[in-house]
């Protein structure tokens, strides 16, 4: 559930790569559903060679394609249903000679994906594809790997590419106008956040490259990313969304706002300047992103808005790195953040604060039971650990030394690191909490078998 949460922001918006004479303009959607995959990897692991790519956060029948000659769709998400006018644009686009991926497996109920299969003449289904796979046509004799997915059913415009043990379907093609369609199961293609996982390359990039090119772009015009188009302003903040996750854009932001004086009693201190300056809705329920200036929300999270404390959680997590730039905490960055919405979670209310801290202390006293032997800084410390640990840290100090000692903390490491200051270490942050609290407070973290040391920092002096 947290994957996506930690994951860096910077990883988020990042240019497509260069590429001096692509002959493939692919865009990744990603305003039906939002995913680091699409966002990015999907492009590295088949089209990095040839081709540029770009993102279309905003609504998608609004998406200029003119320059354009791949586009990259996924099943979507049931609250985000393909609108017609969507529709439209895209089969607009392929009569005029463009390529279409839909990567798509059937459900009950079918997924939005299923009114773009149709349009097209292929039907997405409920019947598990049975193994081994195996091309035809174009694809015969390639080495085929599938995860698992479902068949497909086509009519009689339209040549399979890969069948299951049965002939049954998976991928399959047709052209359509002056354009390609592609429809296959979201199995036969990578799925992983990190992009280690280029399944089937070997051939998927030479089938969606020969589809593409069927259609001339211009490499001295690289297509940009679409932004979601729609914004409000609200108070110092810009709330950003498209006309699918405009629904979505209100309640998120009241979460914010309820979030936020908390976020300001708990560590004393305001946003660090020039952070946050807007929220972007995201169409997914897998998380969200931090740029610091940009904190992004994944409009379903945790089945907001039916539970409402994980998004109090992720909503005060997110923001909560806008806090503590530019010198984000070492080891702790995402275990402070997420402490922070437990913190926000807890003031108001919510029984699910409590909850997930214990739990969290409880897996790490399974590694370390009485807390006091592994270094939370060793490369091989088990990641439940680091994090119990850090909640552990954290409750102690409020206990030992508060009831605001976050804040002390906050407030000393504002005014104690200066700017251009060169990182943030460990043995700095122990420092700063011995400067927020008047202890000297090395002791006490060495015997937690935290590896800090005052002589390897110049803030710890008196
Ligand atoms: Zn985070």
Redesign the pocket.
């Known amino acids: 559930m947290r994957l996506l ?5 910077t990883l988020a918006f990042a240019p497509a790569r260069a590429n001096a004479s692509p002959t493939v303009h692919s865009v990744c959607d990603i305003s039906q559903t939002f995913t680091f995959y699409m966002d990015g990897r999907f492009h590295r692991q088949y089209l990095a060679e040839s081709g540029r790519d770009a993102r279309n956060w905003g609504s998608l029948s609004r998406l200029d394609l003119e320059n354009v000659n791949l586009l990259v769709l996924s099943e979507g998400d049931r609250r985000l249903p393909y609108t017609p006018a969507a529709i439209d644009h895209v089969a607009a686009y392929v009569a005029d000679g463009g390529a279409l991926l839909l990567m798509a497996d059937g459900a009950d109920p079918m997924p939005p994906g299923q009114a773009v299969a149709e349009r097209f003449g292929v039907a997405l289904t409920t019947t598990a594809a049975q193994k081994p796979l195996r091309g035809v046509g174009d694809l015969a004799g390639a080495d085929i790997v599938f995860r698992r997915g479902r068949t497909l059913e086509i009519d009689e415009r339209w040549s399979p590419l890969v069948v299951d043990a049965d002939d049954r379907p998976v991928l399959a093609a047709a052209r359509v106008g002056d354009g390609h369609v592609l429809v296959g199961s979201r199995g036969l293609f990578g799925r992983k956040p990190d992009a280690s996982d280029p399944i089937n390359a070997a051939w998927v990039t030479p089938m969606l490259v020969t589809r593409a090119e069927t259609k001339a772009i211009d490499p001295a015009r690289p297509h940009r990313h679409t932004r979601a188009e729609g914004k409000r302003e609200i108070g110092p903040l810009t709330l950003e969304f498209h006309a699918g996750t405009e629904q979505f854009a209100d309640a998120v932001h009241a979460v914010y706002e309820e979030v936020r004086p908390h976020l300001v009693a708990i560590t004393g201190v305001e946003p660090s300047p020039g952070m946050i300056k807007s929220l972007l809705i995201l169409p997914t329920g897998g998380g ?3 740029s610091g200036r940009r904190i992004a929300i994944g409009a379903w999270w945790g089945n907001f808005p039916e539970r409402r404390y994980p998004m109090v959680e992720l909503i005060a ?2 923001a ?2 806008s806090w503590v730039l530019p010198y984000a905490e070492p080891l702790w ?2 275990p402070i ?2 402490y922070l919405g437990i913190q926000v979670g807890r003031r108001l209310g919510h029984p699910e604060a409590d909850e997930t801290l214990a739990r969290q202390i409880a897996r790490a006293r399974r590694h370390d039971p009485d807390l006091t032997t592994i270094d939370p800084l060793a490369k091989d410390a088990p990641r439940d650990l680091v994090w119990g640990k850090s909640y552990f840290v954290f409750e102690e100090l409020e206990r030992r030394f508060g009831p605001d000692a976050l804040a002390k903390y906050f407030r000393t490491k504002r005014v104690t690191l200066g700017p251009g200051r060169n990182g943030y270490s460990m043995d700095d942050c122990v420092a700063v909490w011995s400067r927020a609290v008047g202890e000297d407070l090395y002791p006490w973290f060495q015997a937690l078998g935290f590896g800090v040391d005052r002589a390897r920092t110049d803030l710890a002096k008196r």
């Open positions: 949460v930690l994951l860096m922001a969200g992103f931090s997590h997110e909560g790195h960055n995402e953040a997420t």
